[in-house]
């Protein structure tokens, strides 16, 4: 981590306020944009709203939105301001859910999930780099679990909001989900630092490369096979036990809530283990403990087994992210490369992610279905993350016998 700290005018009120603005912003932008759609699924099925493919197809949209958003969120702090750009792209996502609320076609729909996952990705490059400049150096873990908090309360605040909204209906669902993350805005609104006291923390037009560390390059690659690894549960985790298991709606919602109980403990106790034992051990522990998770999940139908998996599963989407960008501030010590390198590697997480997104949906479709297929390769992916280093690390020794070795005539 930088060795840094928060600026000395920095109170610890105004901290807590910028921590707070970084949570509400992924709460709503992916929090609620992102996984509120997995527990919606069967319904979206089962009103007739889209076919099953469809609704797969327009989960994927939010992915690839999260690409584009992670390319193009740091310019467009440039231009404006990152508090601007923040606040920008948390109004994009409440439009996004009143929109939502009316199926007028396909594409509509696949128009403003998009926008929702744009917003989303733009706000994951931006909101650490605007947040944790203004955090002491020892707390930067700490706090970084904090702001991707959010991602949790928003799933298991999707699994208990969305069953009572969608006795509503699924259109009174939409326009709650808006009113919500519109209240969320409207309370993160004048918490965000002012733009004076974090001007270092939107990037100049030009920078040098970030790093030519081996390191860094594995985690851009580890972060991949990570994002790879992570879709299946996340996109069909609660159709799984719904339609594929013949459980029901309310177990569905029930393990969506354990998933996001998950959610709100690893970010906090992931970055807790970037700063206590090291990003490097700590990811590989993720690693190994996760692809264990996700394989269980594929023979597993029993409710506690299940809630239990989903407590372990939902811990990493939002969990990796503090960890990993630990990982980052460890091998880089300049803030401006530590933001260049950053954005790099959501860039990389989003790509695969996206990829990730519409091949499985295709596979879901041409398997006809079968969800533990979705499980078993995704846990292949986490497996995949922690061959890399393994590898890396094997190559690494073989070079250094090579150096040692003396020449022979």
Avoid at 389 to 409: G, M, N, Q, Y
């Amino acid at each position: 981590m930088p060795s840094s700290s928060a600026p000395p005018d920095t109170t610890r009120s105004a901290i807590w306020l910028a921590i707070f603005a970084g949570l509400c912003a992924s709460l709503v932008s992916i929090g609620l944009a992102r996984f509120a759609y997995t527990p919606l699924i069967p319904s979206l099925i089962e009103a007739h709203w889209f076919s099953a493919s469809d609704v797969v197809f327009l989960g994927a949209a939010n992915l690839v939105g999260y690409l584009i958003g992670a390319l193009i969120g740091h310019p467009l702090a440039r231009r404006t301001s990152n508090k601007t750009a923040l606040r920008l792209m948390m109004l994009a996502v409440t439009l996004a859910f009143f929109a939502c609320a009316f199926p007028l076609s396909v594409s509509w729909f696949f128009g403003w999930r998009l926008l929702s996952g744009i917003a989303g990705g733009a706000i994951m490059v931006l909101v650490a780099a605007t947040v944790l400049p203004h955090v002491p150096a020892a707390r930067k873990g700490l706090a970084s679990g904090a702001i991707f908090v959010g991602l949790g309360l928003g799933i298991a605040g999707s699994g208990t909001i969305v069953p009572p909204l969608l006795s509503l209906g699924l259109q009174q669902t939409w326009l709650g989900l808006g009113v919500l993350a519109l209240a969320l805005t409207a309370a993160s609104w004048f918490a965000w630092p002012p733009a004076a006291s974090h001007a270092t923390a939107v990037m100049p037009a030009k920078s040098a490369p970030a790093t030519i560390n081996p390191s860094v390059y594995l985690l851009f690659a580890q972060y991949a096979f990570m994002a790879a690894g992570l879709v299946p549960a996340m996109v069909f985790l609660v159709d799984y036990v719904v339609r594929g298991l013949g459980a029901g709606q309310h177990v569905g919602a029930l393990i969506w809530v354990m998933y996001g109980l998950g959610a709100i403990v690893g970010p906090v106790s992931y970055g807790l283990l970037a700063d206590r034992l090291g990003a490097k051990p700590g990811i590989r522990l993720v690693l190994a403990v996760q692809a264990i998770a996700v394989g269980l999940l594929s023979v597993s139908s029993a409710f506690a087994a299940l809630a239990l998996l989903a407590v372990i599963i939902g811990s990493f989407p939002p969990g990796i992210v503090p960890l990993a960008l630990a990982r980052v501030h460890e091998l880089i010590p300049d803030h401006h490369q530590q933001q260049i390198a950053w954005s790099r590697a959501t860039v990389s997480f989003a790509t695969f992610q996206a990829i990730s997104g519409f091949a499985y949906s295709a596979l879901f479709n041409a398997s006809g279905g079968r969800h533990e297929l979705m499980f078993v390769i995704a846990a292949g992916a986490i497996v995949g993350a922690l061959l890399l280093e393994l590898v890396v690390h094997l190559r690494a020794r073989r070079e250094d016998k090579i150096c040692a070795s003396p020449t022979t005539a």
